[in-house]
């Protein structure tokens, strides 16, 4: 078992011994290896492997599935035209990744993104994507690369968007700093609510240090999400968008206020009465938001939506 997590993690540069006792890695067919050795796991080593099925490449594809309507599905797509600041969340296997990855796909292709993860995931269309990955430390203990460092190191490469894969400790700390000085980004958070995953957006930044404080993350946050989309899996094994929720920064007794403005009831993905903040940058893009969001554009949901308006379509440069 050993030389064979050895063979697997060959190509990767990431190492498995007595020191480093559990890993986390790609694979070169694209699934991801994490490995935990005898002593910490009881009795064997454990070896779990993730393999994804790519089914969804856009947001029409997501329609398709059924996990979200085509109404939601042109709203969303707007929003990332825009320059909207999204948050993903959701439980573990949720999709969070694969949404991830359908929004990014809807990205202008004049736009300029980097994108920072554990492990390699993210797989989107991009003519002009800059993704990095973190690295562990080597046998003398130096050398790491942590998600917090990357985070930094992407603001100094000229993006127009940045992508989180997940948001996991301090490294929101300088998410948020960068979504605040107006640079549009995405990320996903594990969470059971979109109304938890704004909490937990308050709480990791404290993470970074003692001189942290809730007064000044709780009003950073409010101003820098603008959208929070929560997704669930059934028993069925279905994926699904449960709410679609605006953040128009408010807060209320440290309490950011939320404005909902799809949430799934009887099975169905409806419209609520929310509107998303900064209409001006739907307006800059030529989109129609109140036409986009009314009770006609259910019918034909590219009411609204210039024509032309879409991420470009080729590959990786």
Do not use: Y
């Not at 993104?113 to 797989?123: D, N, R």
């Not at 998600?147 to 930094?152: C, H, I, P, S």
């Not at 209409?279 to 019918?299: C, K, M, N, T």
């Amino acid at each position: 078992m050993r030389e064979l997590v050895e063979r697997m993690l060959k190509t990767s540069g990431r190492r498995l011994d007595r020191s480093q006792p559990f890993v986390d890695a790609l694979l070169p067919g694209g699934h991801r290896l994490h490995v935990v050795l005898e002593g910490i796991s009881r009795d064997f080593a454990a070896v779990n492997i993730r393999k994804f099925v790519a089914r969804a490449h856009n947001l029409d594809d997501l329609v398709s599935l059924g996990t979200l309507n085509a109404q939601a599905a042109a709203f969303l797509r707007s929003a990332v035209i825009a320059g909207l600041n999204l948050v993903v969340s959701g439980g573990t296997q949720a999709g969070k990744t694969t949404l991830l990855n359908c929004l990014a796909a809807a990205i202008p292709g004049a736009d300029r993104v980097v994108s920072v993860e554990e492990v390699f995931e993210l797989k989107f269309a991009h003519p002009d994507w800059v993704p990095m990955q973190t690295r562990q430390a080597g046998l003398e203990g130096t050398g790491e690369i942590r998600l917090r460092e990357l985070v930094k190191q992407a603001l100094r490469m000229r993006p127009s968007r940045i992508i989180v894969g997940e948001v996991r400790a301090e490294e929101c700390l300088d998410l948020l700093l960068a979504l605040n000085a107006g640079l549009p980004g995405m990320a996903s958070i594990h969470a059971n609510s979109a109304r938890e995953a704004l909490v937990k957006m308050c709480t990791l930044p404290l993470l970074a240090g003692e001189n942290i404080g809730s007064r000044f993350v709780v009003p950073t946050v409010a101003s820098s999400v603008d959208l929070v989309v929560h997704l669930s899996i059934d028993v069925s094994g279905m994926r699904r968008i449960d709410e679609i929720v605006a953040v128009p920064g408010r807060v209320e007794n440290d309490l950011i206020e939320t404005e909902p403005m799809f949430v799934r009831d009887d099975e169905q993905l409806r419209r609520l009465a929310g509107m998303p903040p900064r209409p001006e940058r739907f307006a800059r893009r030529g989109i129609d938001l109140r036409r986009l969001l009314s009770v006609e554009a259910a019918d034909d949901p590219r009411e609204g939506v210039p024509s032309g308006s879409g991420a470009s379509t080729g590959g990786p440069a």
